[in-house]
């Protein structure tokens, strides 16, 4: 099938006992069941809800994984797949990455333990210098958050498994409509649902999906144990927002690009980072393991003034944190996703502090261009 009809179908069969049509929201914490040892496949709704079972079965489906597993947020996935690994054990992450998944790692896991070093997996032979006999895992965001830098899937995958590791691809910033990682040699997907697959800015989530059925075992072992699942309600918001994911990543693709070519034209805009832009410089890489560019942009303002001044002056685009919904987001990410960060670290990578994020949603594009025109007439 269609990757449009596996999202609608796929986990998504009309209820067998009313017919309906939507998935229901099982809002239930437990089962009764018929006599010890025999019930309908559910005891208790942290072990599995039907909500959630269909979620992941869908989600598994549009990645091509056998097995998906929906957490309660994003980073509650991530901290899940980083306790598959054990104390001494090394993990190597890509250097520009989520300002949350930063802070996990640095403040979380390291005092159980785990080590990390951090690369630019853009390039690399920067990577493979940082493996050692201990590391077990490559963990990359393609294109990162927000300055859009691109891993090559596929040779990172090889690169990881030569050396005896697994690589893990945070798939959030495209979704599974323009970008599958499993399909490319990835070994772990994983997803902040609370963004373009859902869609709506309504829900907070996060999955996991994978191929592997050993890892499938010991993550279903973990997710049951340690308890952070997505609930009915919000595993139903995701079922909803996946049935038009196909549409929408169409729309933000377009609207994407036509507000990345204006902010590159504009006299008050230093610098756009955008994969679908000719001038990124691994735009070919974009074109081959990527089906679209998505929607989302940064750009250089020149200075914290300046950014502030944009951001003050929009009014169709939201200030505000998070990504993937309808609507245009614009944030910062000095001051909001990667506060974090350091801030040596942060100029280190150059996430300035004149660097603003987008989240392009799926308005009348012109009416986005007309607002980002009048905030930079700010400047």
């Known amino acids: 099938m269609g990757f449009s009809t596996d999202a609608i179908h796929v986990g998504q069969e009309p209820d067998p006992t009313t017919g309906a049509i939507i ?3 099982y809002q239930t914490s437990t089962y009764v069941q018929e006599e010890l040892g025999k019930h309908k496949g559910y005891e208790y709704s942290r072990t ?3 909500t959630r079972a269909a979620l992941e079965r869908n989600l598994a489906a549009l990645e091509g994984g056998r097995f998906g597993f929906a957490f309660a947020s994003g980073m509650a996935a991530i901290n899940a797949v980083m306790t598959l690994f054990k104390a001494g054990d090394h993990i190597i992450s890509a250097h520009n990455l989520y300002g949350g998944t930063f802070r996990l790692f640095e403040r979380v896991l390291k005092d159980f333990g785990l080590t990390f070093s951090y690369s630019d997996t853009a ?3 920067q990577a493979e210098a940082a493996f050692q006999p201990n590391t077990r895992l490559l963990y990359v965001e393609t294109p990162t958050n927000p300055l859009m830098e691109i891993t090559d899937i596929a040779a990172a995958a090889s690169l990881a498994h030569r050396h005896g590791a697994l690589l893990a691809v945070d798939n959030t910033f495209m979704s599974p409509y323009f970008q599958r990682p499993l399909a490319l040699g990835a070994d772990i997907v ?5 963004k373009y697959l859902n869609g709506h800015s309504d829900g907070v989530g996060g999955a996991v999906i994978l191929d592997d059925a050993r890892l499938g075992d010991r993550l279903k072992f973990i997710q049951n144990a340690a308890g952070a699942v997505l ?3 919000d595993s139903w918001l995701v079922l909803r927002g996946v049935k038009t994911l196909a549409v929408r990543m169409s729309q933000h693709n377009e609207n994407g690009m036509a507000v990345a070519e204006f902010l590159a ?3 008050k805009v230093k610098n756009v980072h955008y994969p ?3 001038a990124h410089p691994q735009h070919a ?3 081959k393991q990527m089906s679209g560019f998505g929607a989302m942009i940064s750009f250089e303002t020149g200075s914290l003034e300046n950014a502030k001044k944009v951001l003050k002056s929009v009014r169709l685009c939201s200030l505000a944190e998070s990504l993937g919904g309808v609507e245009t987001l614009i944030s910062h990410p000095a001051t909001m996703t990667h506060a974090s960060v350091p801030p040596e670290e942060r100029r280190r990578l150059g996430i300035t502090d004149g660097l603003v994020r987008i989240s392009v949603g799926i308005e009348d594009v012109e009416d986005l261009i007309a607002d980002l025109d009048h905030a930079l007439a700010s400047v």
């Not at 994983?190 to 609370?194: A, E, I, K, N, P």
């Open 231 to 233: 609930g009915p309600m």
């Open 190 to 194: 994983l997803h902040s649902t609370t």
């Open 48 to 50: 599995s809800n039907p």
């Open 285 to 287: 890489l974009a074109r």
């Open 23 to 25: 998935v229901p929201i």
């Open 265 to 267: 034209k504009h006299p």
């Open 276 to 278: 679908g832009l000719p």
């Open 123 to 125: 390039r690399l032979g």
